[in-house]
């Protein structure tokens, strides 16, 4: 290393001291954005300035968090938040991809897949599966396999924080990484997915005129509770343009991955039940059918590379946080 940049490289390591992988990609992710924010988001995101702000007090904000951890290990307050901290940054950053979606490009890409889809299967797979399967027990069948997906992740990570915490760390950290690239791609692919044919999408000028607009759902789906149920949560937790790939089909699959490292006996029943979601996000017409494999293949692209990197760094210890 040339004498120039060795003072800095000895200070990035002195201010990396005591960070995991975890850390690592929250601050790259956060810089990541805040940087195409400031180069990109000038005249097309809304409170610019202040999105700025709250990047560089996260990250300042976590960085001084992890050292208030490693000075004072024993205190329960930082422990708790040094370890849950990305659980708790999921739905904002998860919002802000929607907010920063039309940030790249200046449309939706919704068109292009509709014409794909329609040249690929010869129709559109996210229509006619429900319409031929309007049964109150099918449709309950898929929108409880849908719901499923925030049962996997606090079952799975509840699970392995009672069996051994490291390996709930290890499961923060890849499922996080996975969330970050899930999201930093709808910043660059801003795909709203089948909610185009039957919601109204303010920055969508020519809804109108896609096929199947308005599109009515059969009585027989709409009067269900777990229809209700998912309605309830899009309605307050869910947005749009953040369809390819289905992060509900990506971290669905690390949550079995991880099941089928630890959890011999449960496999195939969260097998059955990963399967399962993936037909429900087009039977429910939340996902394109191809935003399906393009979920299992950031999936099956990201978690080995994850655990790579995780193999090489530091492994967070279990405290009393």
């Known amino acids: 290393m040339t004498a120039p940049l060795a003072p800095a490289a000895a200070w990035l390591r002195r201010a990396a001291r005591g960070y995991h992988l975890i850390d690592h990609a929250t601050q790259l992710y956060l810089a990541l954005v805040a940087l195409l924010i400031l180069f990109f988001g000038t005249d097309t ?6 999105l700025l702000a709250a990047h560089a007090v996260g990250i300042l904000a976590l960085h001084a968090l992890i050292r208030v951890h490693g000075a004072f290990p024993n205190w329960r307050g ?10 708790l940054l999921y739905a904002v950053l998860y919002h802000e991809s929607e907010t920063l979606n039309l940030m790249i490009l200046d449309r939706y890409l919704d068109r292009a897949f509709i014409a794909f ?3 690929l299967f010869g129709l559109q797979p996210s229509v ?4 031929a399967f309007a049964f109150p027990l099918v449709s309950e069948f898929f929108y409880a396999a849908y719901f499923s997906y925030y049962l996997m992740i606090a079952g799975v990570g509840a699970a392995l924080y009672r069996q051994n915490r490291q390996r ?5 950290a890849i499922v996080s990484i996975v969330f ?13 997915g089948p909610p185009v044919f039957y919601v109204p999408i303010a920055n969508f000028p020519d809804q109108a005129h896609l ?3 308005p599109l009515p759902f059969p009585a027989a789906v709409s009067g269900g509770f777990f229809f209700r149920l998912m309605q309830l949560i899009y309605r307050y937790c869910e947005g749009h343009g953040a369809a390819f790939p289905s992060s509900h089909v990506a971290v669905a699959v690390c949550t079995l991955y991880f099941t089928w490292r630890y959890f011999p006996r449960q496999r195939f029943l969260h097998l059955a039940a990963v399967v399962a979601l993936c037909l429900s996000t087009v039977y429910c017409r939340y996902h394109y059918a191809v935003d399906v494999p393009a979920g299992i293949v ?6 080995p590379l994850s655990e790579a990197l995780y193999r090489r760094m530091p492994a967070p210890t279990a405290g009393p946080g």
């Open 117 to 119: 889809e329609q040249r």
């Open 211 to 213: 096929p199947f607009y």
């Open 298 to 303: 950031t999936a099956a692209v990201v978690i």
């Open 180 to 192: 970050y690239v899930c999201f930093t791609i709808y910043i660059f692919l801003p795909v709203v």
């Open 128 to 131: 006619r599966f429900m319409e």
């Open 45 to 50: 995101v809304p409170g610019r300035p202040v």
């Open 168 to 172: 709930f760390f290890h499961f923060i």
């Open 78 to 87: 930082p422990g708790f938040l040094r370890h849950f901290y990305p659980i």
